[in-house]
């Protein structure tokens, strides 16, 4: 796991930004916050987050395949419980604790209590999983017709839904996820430090979640989905300025709860007065305007030309300097400069998202079509990771904190191997359920039937019944909704809970009580078919 070869380019050693991120981490636990002491808890928690390095590649990268083997647990489970004669739906609290145990919590212990044993954790239940997809085949309830090779050959025939594409939903609900429990849990000394933002470089998993964000908001854009501009380009570019009205009006609102709380924040992840919020307004207004110039097809030239242009800036100017090595935050510029000249590097992620979701959002009814995006993801992944390491070897390494090219490259080469990921689970659930003849797992493609009849209808009554409550439906259909209660639920536990000083047990008990509590809210609003638009 500690391979130098998949590390991020190192700075200066002796810089004070950079020093070792354990004996810091150790200094900091080792000291007892008394009221006698100069350090007041706000200072501490900064002082905790902060002048961290991150991790290896391949550690961020093995976070993309444990949630695809979760997923791909759930639908299993689902496939055997029916064959087993168990009756589908289950209760709703019965649905509610299945995703849970099996998408939630194994998210919450692989960042916290197993995290140093993550790679074994993926092993055994790789393992288990295609132990049942054995069980699964050899107990199908077709009778069997010829050869394994005969039956991936009927399966590659297989008609699936043509306007869903359920490993793209799941994506986007997971990243939302994962960016809930990171929030909290950096707070608490059972996450590792080098999961947490980096200070000036490097690849921590929480740096890889930020980008993720912007890219799983990309991929569903109407530009994406190749919705049609109604009325002029001018009028569509003002109509999407409109609507990121909820995305200022709650960067707004976190900046005046920040400040008249003075609750604890990182004044080098945006700035001074600049938030997340405000970067998703933005990136979304200046992506619109991009892509009513050029034609979508072409988006990943522009995200290449932009990112590559800050590069170019940052290398030959002094903007990485003004950026990194300066400690004036006299003026709105200098205040939020990591906010307001980040927001090209995003831009540039967002664009490449739009040009992925062009591509997957394409009409597919056959698996084989599908095999062959699953193949060309996989590509497109090896090429950005190669293109990755000659950016960390020639240029700079990532850089978070300035969204540099080299951080741009490696959200999209990661988000694309999450995908990858994700498409592989959902291709060998629907395996699974060609040759079992179960169709009841939502979120998850669903093949198609020529023949209509009583029994299919009533399956596609239940199939809906079982969209009704799934937790992954529940989170997709209030996304920012989610997303803004997990801000407030942080705030809230922070103000009620020493985090500082909790031991690993306790932590994780209030992680999990906190993701269950932002769970059960979401899917009430869901089974009781609410939706809430902010605008």
């Known amino acids: 796991m500690n391979d130098d070869r998949f590390c991020a380019k190192p700075v200066n050693p002796d810089s004070p930004l950079l020093a070792s ?9 080792s000291t007892k916050m008394t009221l006698g002491e100069e350090m007041v808890l706000p200072e501490g928690k900064i002082a905790f987050v902060s002048n ?18 979760c997923v791909l647990s759930r639908g299993l489970f689902l496939i055997v419980f029916h064959l087993g004669k168990g009756v589908l739906p289950l209760s709703q609290g019965v649905h509610l604790q299945l995703d849970f145990l099996t998408l939630i919590m194994p998210l919450v212990l692989s960042c916290t209590l197993l995290s140093d044993i993550l790679h074994f954790v993926i092993m055994g239940l790789a393992l288990v999983d295609f132990a049942v997809l054995y069980f699964v085949y050899n107990n199908r309830r077709r009778p069997p017709q010829g050869s394994l090779r005969s039956t991936i050959d009927r399966f590659l025939q297989t008609r699936v839904e043509s306007n869903l594409v359920p490993f793209v939903t799941v994506f986007r609900v997971l990243v939302n996820v994962k960016t809930a429990i990171s929030i909290l849990a950096v707070d608490f000394s059972v996450f590792p430090r080098r999961y947490a933002k980096t200070e000036m470089y490097g690849t921590g998993v929480m740096d890889f979640g930020v980008g993720a964000y912007v890219m799983a908001n990309a991929l569903v854009c109407p530009e994406a989905r190749g919705k049609n501009i109604q009325g002029s380009k001018f009028s569509h570019v003002l109509k999407q300025f409109l609507s990121v009205w909820p995305l200022v009006l709650l960067g707004l609102v976190r ?3 920040v400040k008249s709380t003075g609750y604890h924040e990182h004044v080098t992840e945006y700035g001074v007065h600049w938030n997340f919020f405000f970067t998703l307004a933005i990136v979304r207004v200046a992506a619109s305007v991009l892509l009513a110039i050029f034609p979508v097809h072409v988006s990943w030239l522009i995200a290449l030309l932009l990112s590559g242009t800050y590069q170019v800036i940052l290398q030959t100017t002094d903007l990485k300097k003004f950026l990194i090595h300066n400690d004036d935050r006299t003026g709105f510029l200098q205040a939020n400069r990591e906010g307001i000249f980040s927001v090209v590097g995003y831009i540039a992620i967002y664009l490449a998202g739009v040009q992925a979701g062009h591509y997957l959002m394409q009409s597919r009814t056959l698996v084989k079509d599908w095999i062959k995006v699953i193949r060309n993801l996989l590509l497109s992944c090896f090429g950005l990771f190669i293109t990755l390491h000659i950016c960390q070897t020639f240029i700079e390494p990532v850089s978070r904190r300035m969204a540099n090219l080299s951080f741009c490259v490696w959200t999209v080469a990661q988000s694309m191997l999450f995908i990858s990921c994700l498409s592989i689970a ?22 198609c ?29 209030n996304q920012l909704l989610y997303f803004l209660l ?29 993701m269950f509590i932002n769970s059960l809210v979401i899917f009430i609003l869901h089974i009781n078919k609410i939706t809430i638009k902010f605008w």
């Open 426 to 447: 959902d291709g060998l659930l629907l395996y699974s359920k060609v040759i079992s003849n179960v169709s009841l797992v939502s979120s998850s493609w669903t093949p």
């Open 486 to 514: 997990a801000n407030i639920m942080t705030g809230l536990t922070n103000v009620l809970v020493d985090t500082l000083n909790s031991s690993d047990v306790l932590a994780v008990s209030v992680l999990l009580m906190y």
């Open 255 to 257: 900046l005046a709860s």
């Open 21 to 29: 991120t354990s004996e810091k981490s150790h200094s900091f636990l």
């Open 449 to 477: 039937t020529n023949k209509k009849s009583v029994n299919s209808s009533t399956h596609d009554k239940i199939r809906q019944n079982l969209d009704a409550l799934c937790l992954v439906q529940s989170v997709n259909r």
């Open 52 to 69: 961290l390095n991150g991790t290896t590649l391949i550690e961020v990268s093995l976070g993309s395949l444990l949630a695809p083997l």
